[in-house]
T-cell receptor, first 110, second 115 residues
């Protein structure tokens, strides 16, 4: 089975840095994904980690530690448009199955 | 637009109605999925189709019936639903073995309300 945990809600200030954590327990781990979902819109793909370490993509970075079952999404230079839910998803070896956490709602304030 | 189109965007139906949700993609993807998204709960995987064959049915009640007539279209047929089935239903697609580059592509969902 899968157990994916992330905080329900976070608040941060425009221009700051925020880290959203995700812990997971799963069999046959084959990658961890982060998605962004604005209210009323489709989730959109942000990042993918399958090896330990940090992947950087502009203002967004994602980190993975497979031994600890832990990942985080780091958002730098926060902008108001970053207010959204951030979904952590784990992929298993069996066919293209992704399991999602409940999502972290990020509120960016001026 | 993400390239995955879902219709209708909103649907209100009675418990005795029969309705269908439609999903369409022309991205050349070969796997399609139905997910259910309820408030404050994780996205729940419902069905997986690969090359038009159902490869996963995640213990979903029989009042939900999927159909994949070709690799570009996916339907979810609904009948005799319950109020607890009210949720956002998301369709997603991907090209097998490219998910690490592109992840899933999701549609915007159908907001279903059962009254």
């Amino acid at each position: 089975g899968q157990n994916i945990d992330q905080p329900t809600e976070m608040t941060a200030t425009e221009g700051a840095i925020v880290q959203i954590n995700c812990t997971y327990q799963t069999s046959g781990f084959n990658g961890l994904f982060w998605y962004q979902q604005h209210a009323g819109e489709a989730p959109t793909f942000l990042s993918y980690n399958v090896l330990d370490g940090l992947e950087e993509k502009g203002r967004f970075s994602s980190f993975l530690s497979r031994s600890k079952g832990y990942s985080y999404l780091l958002l730098k230079e926060l902008q108001m448009k970053d207010s959204a839910s951030y979904l952590c998803a784990v992929k298993e070896y069996n066919f293209n199955k992704f399991y999602f956490g409940s999502g972290t709602k990020l509120n960016v304030k001026p | 637009e993400t390239g995955v189109t879902q219709t209708p965007r909103h649907l209100v139906m009675g418990m005795t109605n029969k309705k269908s949700l439609k999903c369409e993609q022309h991205l050349g993807h070969n796997a399609m999925y139905w997910y259910k998204q309820s408030a404050k709960k994780p996205l729940e995987l419902m069905f997986v189709y690969s090359l038009e064959e159902r490869v996963e049915n995640n213990s979903v009640p029989s009042r939900f019936s999927p159909e994949c007539p070709n690799s570009s279209h996916l339907f979810l047929h609904l009948h005799t639903l319950q109020p607890e089935d009210s949720a956002l239903y998301l369709c997603a697609s991907t090209l097998y073995r490219t998910e690490q580059i592109y992840g899933y592509t999701f549609g915007s969902g159908t907001r279903l309300t059962v009254v």
